[in-house]
């Protein structure tokens, strides 16, 4: 895996690369994106789809952003690439609740969240829209450095 999917390679990853990919609301789209972005060598991390006004809006982490920059745009989709905060935490009771409380304490609004694994490893990864990238990436950094 490229460490570049990142921005930059670091121990923890506060800040991501997401693609939101509107696509349309009927069956097979969504498995011919994943299709292409898989022929690619794209690893999907984590996703999230929802239907609102007769279309498909994905959101996703690939490990290799660029690689599905090209494929989407070869695809002719329509997407936007927008930075999210994202945090690694293991998978037990009240990480999650962890992680939420911090964002709430620094006053950051999470406008939405989704969650995938770490690949590789049995840490969940937890992506949050955030209000504040900046702040929201330094608590959850601080979050994520905690022994628990």
């Known amino acids: 895996?490229?460490?570049?999917?990142?921005?930059?390679?670091?121990?923890?990853?506060?800040?991501?690369?997401?693609?939101?990919?509107?696509?349309?609301?009927?069956?097979?789209?969504?498995?011919?994106?994943?299709?292409?972005?898989?022929?690619?060598?794209?690893?999907?991390?984590?996703?999230?789809?929802?239907?609102?006004?007769?279309?498909?809006?994905?959101?996703?982490?690939?490990?290799?952003?660029?690689?599905?920059?090209?494929?989407?745009?070869?695809?002719k989709m329509i997407f936007e690439e927008t930075d999210v905060a994202v945090i690694k935490l293991p998978h037990r009771a009240g990480e999650l609740a962890r992680a939420t409380s911090r964002l709430g304490e620094g006053q950051i609004n999470i406008d939405y969240s989704y969650c995938g694994l770490e690949p590789g490893s049995t840490l969940g990864m937890l992506v949050f829209g955030v209000d504040n990238l900046t702040k929201a990436s330094a608590l959850l950094d601080a979050l994520a450095a905690e022994k628990v």
């Open 1 to 75: 895996m490229p460490a570049s999917w990142m921005g930059r390679e670091r121990k923890r990853m506060a800040k991501a690369k997401e693609f939101t990919v509107t696509i349309e609301d009927k069956p097979g789209a969504l498995g011919k994106c994943f299709r292409a972005l898989a022929e690619r060598g794209v690893n999907i991390l984590a996703f999230q789809s929802f239907v609102e006004e007769r279309e498909s809006l994905v959101r996703f982490l690939a490990n290799d952003p660029a690689a599905a920059k090209a494929v989407l745009g070869g695809l």
